[in-house]
């Protein structure tokens, strides 16, 4: 597992994945993998004196070209998988299997992460899973993404979009249409958080 470029940020607690490692290893978990960004999560939260906790997950499971190497090898469901880097030479039946097999695996990590925040009694949670952007798995022979957004296709820059909130009383608009733009104010909403910069109309929430 390997993220690059990480952007400077200015954050009160950063952990990569060397600091996971270790509390991970005492666990039954995959730490080789993305659930390793699971591991102390729900002590750090309980450990912290702060009444508004906003926590970043940056996950690298979908993250081509090495599709099959980004899960642990139980969530191969769908088979054959492309195991090539140069994914014009894999069938593209091949290319999605491997991309499902990523999905299936951020539906667990998501899963997982929900179930956490539902055994932390008092607080009130919302969990947003945005991706960063789609990918073409061969379609029209493109692969993976980074086109001009002009003229991206839909598999490109269609994305998943995914709220759970712990809290009956959250209500959400009735959102047609959302993008990346309304992550942002929807933090800002739930955490109650006043700045020029906020705009109502970019919230999820009611
Ligand atoms: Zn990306």
Redesign the pocket.
């Known amino acids: 597992m390997s993220w690059f470029g990480e952007p400077t940020v200015k954050v009160k607690s950063y952990l990569e994945e060397k600091d996971l490692f270790t509390d991970c290893q005492k666990t039954d978990m995959e730490c080789d993998y993305d659930e390793i960004l699971l591991s102390g999560l729900k002590a750090q939260i309980l450990a912290s004196t702060k009444d508004k906790i906003f926590v970043v997950l940056h996950t690298s499971t979908s993250?081509g070209p090495t599709y099959y190497k980004k899960y642990p090898p139980k969530f191969n469901q769908f088979m054959p998988v492309c195991k090539s880097v140069e994914l014009a030479k894999c069938t593209q039946k091949e290319l999605i299997n491997a991309y499902d097999n990523t999905i299936l695996y951020t539906d667990y990590i998501l899963a997982t992460l929900i179930d956490e925040l539902k055994e932390l009694d008092g607080y009130s949670s919302t969990m947003f899973y945005v991706?960063?952007?789609g990918e073409s798995l061969g379609e029209k022979n493109l692969y993976m993404?980074g086109i001009p957004m002009s003229i991206a296709p839909k598999e490109q820059i269609e994305i998943p979009f995914i709220v759970w909130a712990s809290d009956d009383s959250v209500v959400f608009k009735e959102n047609k249409m959302l993008s990346q733009y309304y992550v942002f104010h929807s933090v800002l909403d739930f955490l109650d958080i006043e700045s020029p910069v906020y705009d109502k109309d970019k919230s999820i929430f009611k």
């Open positions: 993250h991706s960063d952007h993404h």
